[in-house]
């Protein structure tokens, strides 16, 4: 079984996002970049996968600009085989990913392809899905637990109600949730390896495919300021303020 | 051209958050038709057709849409969407599994997870966990959004009275199967839609301590709530998780409880009209968001917070 990871470089979760002042984004210069977390847990899972001998074969691939480079060589430092990255500049909607991917797909004839259930950048919860769309494939959205049969995975998901087990055949899309696995760190000699694994460079314009913006984003905004709360000095008081003043109990 | 929204429902019901998508979907057109696939679920369809928003449902019926799988639903509603401008569902589990697939087939590039209708062309919708708010305009001719139900109010679930159509079903996607759902069933108000909400997280220490959170939440008529944190170390199901990956809440109170305030959960809680933080750090950044902190050890202040709600004999229903 041969798994492609889908590996996105964004703002470090623990970054305080600040709005530009032109209000065109938000301030991306001189912040820390990492990889989406929830892709951290698909290239964890993959890499388990193998090491459990139920893989030949795992693959990172990253689309954006040169510096998503970084992003595919920390997977390669925590066991991925090789690399790809796709480059690209400026806006990509998730349409325009999933279009990308699917030629990646049809170059590489994986199995599995895996990548984190939500970007935590724009937050719009797409590519796999529709990834999946485009290949007619199967999708196990949210996934929290992934059992690797002969021909299928039974994948644990958790929906709004609790959770959910679908079974699907391969070739198959899975997305991550963050409680599938505990991402391993890199260790110092996995980095130094990782340095010598090959990562195949492709310009997205040879793939192609029509990757202009659909969308156009007009404003980006800080969100409402809330008006500065109080501290009280017991339970009582507590009790008393949400009673009398805010009217909630 | 009309607005499809796509119904959520459990064969039996319809649930909660149609209604407030219905009301995102009458606010880009008033013509709103409605799509309700599933086996069996003439009750819920009857239910949509008497929203007030309602023009007109659509009712798609086979054994393999009894489980709402996305590869059998997508098929119907690119099927029906030649009739329509917009797509509409939920930023649910349900609406997030679902819509990509559809988008992706129209070619549309999606919009997901809205706050508000600027026009028909033209939405908010927030990034980097509500860190940020962008206004997007889709170029697209057939516009594929989900909305966020919490940022729009239900629509009456009665005064309408649209005819319902059958459509015809389509083929079974044969290589996904449905094997079983744990629901976890309460008798509390759903997390999504209630009045109250009472969270916890790391500072509950364990999933035995979460006792005290119920009682309170009890008192309250609440629902309960926690912090990726609690989840992650067992305390309490996912189902319960408030967060940038979890749940988005709005309730008139939330109270967070041993919560440190991750920017990830705070996108999920921090447009609740009140919130209340009790925890014993007082630096700690749920702080910010809060109208009312108290700076103490929770296994104190929870039992205390009980008696003096006792005393106030005013029990929320």
Redesign the interface.
């Known amino acids: 079984m041969k798994i492609l990871v889908a590996v996105k470089r964004v ?1 470090d ?2 970054v ?2 600040r ?1 530009k002042e032109d209000n065109t984004g ?1 301030v991306t210069d001189n912040v820390k970049m990492s990889t989406n977390p ?1 892709d951290d847990n698909a290239i964890e899972e993959a890499v388990k996968i193998k090491e459990a001998g139920k893989a030949t074969e795992v693959i990172a691939v990253s689309i954006g600009e040169e510096k998503a480079q970084e992003t595919v060589r920390k997977a390669l430092a925590v066991g991925a085989d090789r690399g790809i990255l796709v480059k690209t500049e400026g806006i990509l ?4 990913v ?1 279009k990308l991917l699917q030629k990646i797909v049809e170059k590489e004839k994986p199995d599995l392809v895996f990548m984190g ?2 970007a ?15 290949l007619n ?3 196990a ?2 996934a ?1 637990k992934i059992e690797i049969k002969d021909k299928s995975l ?1 994948v644990t ?13 391969v070739p ?1 899309i899975v997305t991550c ?3 599938l696995n505990e991402p391993r760190y890199a260790s110092l000699p996995n980095i130094m390896k990782a340095k010598k694994k090959p990562i195949e460079q492709i310009n997205a314009s040879d793939l192609g495919v029509d990757t202009t ?11 409402p300021k ?1 008006k500065a ?4 000095s ?3 008081e ?2 008393q ?3 009398n003043e ?1 009217k ?2 | 051209m009309s607005v499809l929204l796509i119904a959520e429902h459990n064969n039996k019901e319809l649930r909660p958050f149609t209604l407030n998508a219905a009301t995102a979907a009458s606010q880009i057109d008033t013509d709103v038709h409605a799509v309700i696939i599933g086996h069996e679920c003439g009750a819920a369809a009857k239910a949509l057709s008497e929203l007030e928003l309602i023009k007109k449902v659509i009712q798609v019926e086979a054994p393999h849409y009894e489980n709402f799988v996305a590869e059998n639903f997508a098929p119907v509603i690119v099927k029906l969407s030649e009739n329509y401008s917009h797509i509409i569902s939920s930023a649910n589990t349900f609406g997030k599994n679902l819509m990509p697939r559809i988008a992706a087939a129209l070619d549309t590039s999606q919009i997901s997870d809205i706050t508000k209708v600027v026009s028909n062309d033209t939405f908010l919708r927030p990034i980097y966990a509500g860190n940020a708010f962008a206004t997007v305009k889709s170029k697209d001719n057939k516009k594929c959004v989900t909305i966020r139900p919490t940022s729009f109010d239900p629509c009456e679930s009665s005064g309408g009275s649209a005819p319902i159509e059958k459509a015809e079903a389509g083929e079974e996607f044969v290589q996904t199967k449905f094997i079983k759902r744990e629901e976890i069933k309460s008798d509390r108000p759903e997390l999504g839609t209630a009045r109250v909400v009472v969270s916890g997280g790391r500072g509950m220490q364990s999933g035995d301590n979460f006792k005290l959170i119920t009682s309170l939440a009890d008192k309250l008529n609440a629902a309960i709530g926690a912090s990726r944190a609690a989840v992650d170390a067992g305390y309490i199901s996912n189902d319960h998780q408030v967060g940038q990956t979890g749940k988005v809440v709005v309730p008139d109170l939330y109270i967070a409880v041993g919560i440190s305030g991750a920017i990830q959960h705070l996108a999920g809680m921090k447009e609740s009209k009140v919130i209340v933080a009790i925890n014993k750090d007082g630096e700690a950044p749920i702080f910010s968001v809060a109208d009312y902190g108290l700076e103490a050890d929770l296994f104190e202040a929870l039992p205390q917070f009980l008696e003096e709600l006792n005393k106030l004999n005013t029990i929320q229903k």
């Open positions: 703002i979760y623990n305080q996002i709005v938000v929830p909607e998730p349409l325009a999933s259930k939500q935590i950048d724009d937050d719009c919860n797409q590519t796999g899905q529709m990834l999946s769309a485009l494939w199967p999708q959205t949210f929290s039974e998901r958790e929906i709004d109600e609790g959770l959910e087990t679908i079974e699907i055949n198959a949730d963050l409680r913006p659909r969308i156009e984003q007009t404003k980006v905004e800080e969100p809330r709360g109080i501290k009280v017991s339970v009582a507590l009790v303020k949400l009673k805010a909630v109990i």
